[in-house]
Nanobody, 124 residues
Framework: QVQLVESGGGLVQAGGSLRLSCAASERTFSSYTMGWFRQAPGKEREFVGAISWSGGYTYYADSVKGRFTISRDNAKNTVYLQMNSLKPEDTAVYYC?????????????????WGQGTQVTVSS
């Protein structure tokens, strides 16, 4: 069972930056593709971005493309979400998720393991 723990959330003004981290307990972390999702109050969970097992491939939702960057450090069992030029509409609980296998996915149901989430609030 992979355990995921997010950190780095908080309150930031519009235009600011935050970096989220997600630490995994699994020694075979490098065999998982990782994703970030978010859920705003009253809304469904939505895909933010994903990164391949090697870190060589990433893709993003259109709403964050060019502003957010996902990276991973397999030696540290950690994946990151760098968020720049934040907007109030980015306010949400952010979740990292792990998926067995080498293919990335934007579908939440394809991820087997989830963290508890970290709150990001962007003030206008």
């Amino acid at each position: 069972q992979v355990q995921l723990v997010e950190s780095g959330g908080g309150l930031v003004q519009a235009g600011g930056s935050l970096r989220l981290s997600c630490a995994a307990s699994e020694r075979t972390f490098s065999s998982y593709t990782m994703g970030w999702f978010r859920q705003a109050p009253g809304k469904e969970r939505e895909f933010v971005g994903a990164i391949s097992w090697s870190g060589g491939y990433t893709y993003y939702a259109d709403s964050v493309k060019g502003r957010f960057t996902i990276s991973r450090d397999n030696a540290k069992n950690t994946v990151y979400l760098q968020m720049n030029s934040l907007k109030p509409e980015d306010t949400a609980v952010y979740y990292c998720a792990a998926r067995s296998g080498r293919y990335t996915s934007g579908y939440a149901y394809e991820y087997q393991h989830w963290g508890q989430g970290t709150q990001v609030t962007v003030s206008s």
